[in-house]
């Protein structure tokens, strides 16, 4: 999921202080891109090893009584986030900016709809009433992230106009 923000603030948040600055020069920055890189190499690395290591260790708690349930999957669990933070793929940043995170996570949206639903059965309501319940956090964080799914509308409908058109024959 993304947020949409201005590029120009973005740029502007993120660029030197001072074009002067020797700690963001030239070499510093590509020493971020390369770490970068190594990052995301290493976090995909990690992802790829944490599917099946979650799934098995969630396999393992259905099959297999433990302490707790779950118990084998939050410890594998755990050791993802260690990993994660770890590997601190945004800490060339050094910087956070709640204004581009706060409410967009994955977790705060499915946050929003279990509190929806559970408001909504709380009260007794129908199942039309915790879908419409549903519906309304989607179209509030539609509505905060709507500033350019216009641009994108249009070009999707540019686009399907464009392939529905029917071929052009020169053969006569």
Request: charged fraction near 25%; charge should be positive; proline fraction near 3%.
């Given at each position: 999921?993304?947020?949409?923000?201005?590029?120009?603030?973005?740029?502007?948040?993120?660029?030197?202080?001072?074009?002067?600055?020797?700690?963001?020069?030239?070499?510093?920055?590509?020493?971020?891109?390369?770490?970068?890189?190594?990052?995301?190499?290493?976090?995909?690395?990690?992802?790829?090893?944490?599917?099946?290591?979650?799934?098995?260790?969630?396999?393992?708690?259905?099959?297999?009584?433990?302490?707790?349930?779950?118990?084998?999957?939050?410890?594998v669990?755990?050791?993802?986030?260690?990993?994660?933070?770890?590997?601190?793929?945004?800490?060339?940043?050094?910087?956070?900016?709640?204004?581009?995170?706060?409410?967009?996570?994955?977790?705060?949206?499915?946050?929003?709809?279990?509190?929806?639903?559970i408001?909504?059965c709380?009260?007794?309501?129908?199942?039309?009433?915790?879908?419409?319940?549903?519906?309304?956090?989607?179209?509030?964080?539609?509505?905060?992230?709507?500033?350019?799914?216009?641009?994108a509308?249009?070009a999707?409908?540019?686009?399907?106009?464009?392939?529905?058109?029917?071929?052009?024959?020169?053969?006569?």
């Amino acid at each position: 999921m993304t947020v949409n923000v201005p590029e120009a603030k973005l740029s502007a948040k993120y660029a030197p202080a001072n074009r002067g600055d020797e700690s963001r020069g030239r070499w510093p920055f590509l020493r971020d891109v390369l770490v970068l890189q190594l990052k995301l190499l290493v976090g995909n690395l990690h992802n790829f090893v944490l599917i099946p290591a979650t799934l098995g260790a969630a396999g393992l708690d259905l099959i297999f009584k433990s302490s707790r349930h779950g118990s084998r999957f939050y410890r594998v669990l755990g050791w993802g986030r260690q990993a994660d933070e770890a590997i601190g793929l945004y800490s060339a940043l050094d910087r956070e900016d709640p204004e581009l995170t706060h409410g967009f996570t994955i977790d705060a949206v499915v946050t929003q709809l279990e509190n929806a639903i559970i408001r909504e059965c709380e009260k007794g309501s129908s199942a039309a009433a915790m879908k419409a319940a549903a519906d309304r956090v989607l179209d509030q964080l539609h509505w905060k992230t709507s500033a350019g799914s216009g641009r994108a509308r249009e070009a999707a409908q540019r686009l399907v106009e464009h392939l529905a058109r029917p071929a052009r024959s020169d053969a006569h």
